[in-house]
């Protein structure tokens, strides 16, 4: 069965950087669009970033446009979200997710990311 599992996430002061991890398995990771997603608690799901199945097209939401950089290693069926200049707005729970935007059908449990000072 799909499992996607997410690491990477922890706390760090505004201006910060983490990069996120997503492990891929039971389906063939290099044939699929690939997306993060993200959820503050009391809020629905936000679509952050979504690569191709290569990784040579990718698109960003504007709130983390010229500061996240998603990106991909089909050998190592792993999908990667770099996050540079974060902001207290950043925090939230970040997903992975198996598909294209607002066409999601699997996603891992989620990494917590929180921005505070």
């Known amino acids: 069965q799909v499992q996607l599992v997410e690491s990477g996430g922890g706390l760090v002061q505004p201006g910060g950087s983490l990069r996120l991890s997503c492990a891929a398995s039971g389906f063939t990771f290099s044939s699929y669009v690939m997306s993060w997603v993200r959820q503050v608690p009391g809020k629905g799901l936000e679509w952050v970033s979504v690569i191709n199945s290569v990784g040579g097209s990718t698109s960003y939401a504007d709130s983390v446009k010229g500061r996240f950089i998603i990106s991909r290693d089909n050998a190592k069926n792993t999908l990667y979200l770099q996050m540079n200049s974060l902001k207290p707005e950043d925090t939230a729970v970040y997903y992975c997710?198996?598909?294209?935007?607002?066409?999601?059908?699997?996603w891992g449990q989620g990494t917590q990311v929180t921005v505070s000072s």
């Open positions: 997710a198996k598909g294209p935007r607002r066409n999601y059908d699997s």
